[in-house]
């Protein structure tokens, strides 16, 4: 399915486009905060299931799920399409794993957010543990049609993921609608730097605040990247990125000297970001 853009979500695209042809050039200004990931759609069906890993770390942080029930005593059907931030049974993420949204009669539902809206700490979160931190997308209840999503096309769903100990907010552009119940997930979107607020539909985001000169230094050998904390930065991560902006690795750094291991990536250029309470900086390294 080809991507339809709207005008600013496809100017910033290009924007960023345009920025990792500048680094392939040897630039290192780009702070690339936004992790996004343009993945091919995703569709659930009745009975189908999606589990989805939002920052690549092999953990699953929202499982997607569609079902429909018959009624015994009329030709009525309940069919409904949700997402669940937190099922031990099946390994899926923790209690920090929430979704934006509000509380009905009986079930929550995930808010359907315009481009542009603000997700961060202020939420409002769905945080009920109990009923698997869940949001129901789309759901037909004999007749009469629930959720926020059924006939609005494509919008935002805001989530937020607990890593590390860290608080991430992000989106994801869903359809969601019913007869028959339908989840498609098109592309999705979260800010690698701890609770730092994203806009619904964001993809880019260039830092404000750059550390100052010999803060920190950053230089490879052979697959392992090297990152001297000089100044002891406070709440710091060294996030990697591919130059088409996926994310490799991340780790939280210490005073002194932290390494990061780049196992099974290709020889070439990649982006290592640094984000802390001081400030950011990035700079282009190679890894052969």
């Known amino acids: 399915m080809k991507k339809l853009y709207k005008a600013e979500l496809s100017s910033r695209l290009k924007a960023y486009s345009s920025m990792a ?27 189908g299931l999606f589990n989805l890993d939002v920052d ?28 669940f931030g937190y099922v031990t049974s099946y390994s899926v993420g923790n209690a920090g794993n929430q979704l934006i949204g509000y509380a009905g009669s009986f079930y929550n539902y995930g808010s359907a957010l315009d481009s542009g809206a603000n997700i961060g700490p202020d939420g409002p979160w769905l945080s009920y543990p109990s009923y698997g931190n ?41 359809t969601a609608d019913v ?30 605040t750059e550390l100052p000169e010999g803060a920190v230094s950053i230089y ?5 990247i090297n990152v001297m904390n000089t100044i002891g930065l406070e709440n710091a991560t060294a996030t990697v990125f591919d130059l088409s902006g996926k994310q ?6 210490v005073a002194g000297l ?11 250029n990649y982006l290592i970001q640094i984000a802390s309470n001081q400030g950011n900086t990035s700079k282009q390294i190679f890894i052969n």
Do not use: C
């Open 21 to 47: 042809l500048a680094l392939t050039a040897g630039s290192t200004a780009l702070n690339a905060e936004i992790v996004y990931n343009d993945i091919a759609d995703e569709t659930i069906e009745v009975d």
């Open 258 to 268: 932290n390494q990061i291991e780049l196992d099974n990536v290709a020889t070439g």
């Open 179 to 208: 007869d028959p119940v339908t989840i498609i997930i098109h592309d999705y979107a979260y800010d690698n730097t701890p609770d730092a607020a994203i806009e619904a539909g964001a993809t880019i985001s260039i830092a404000v």
């Open 248 to 253: 490799i690795s991340t780790i939280n750094i």
């Open 56 to 83: 690549g770390d092999g953990s699953i942080d929202f499982q997607f799920t569609a079902g429909l029930t018959l009624s015994s005593t009329s030709s009525g059907v309940w069919s409904f399409g949700s997402v």
């Open 220 to 224: 490879s050998f052979g697959n392992m």
């Open 134 to 174: 869940s949001a129901v997308l789309a759901s037909n209840f004999y007749g009469t049609t629930y959720g926020a999503f059924p006939g609005q096309g494509e919008k935002f769903l805001g989530f937020k993921f607990s890593a590390g100990g860290n608080n991430h907010y992000g989106w994801m552009r869903i």
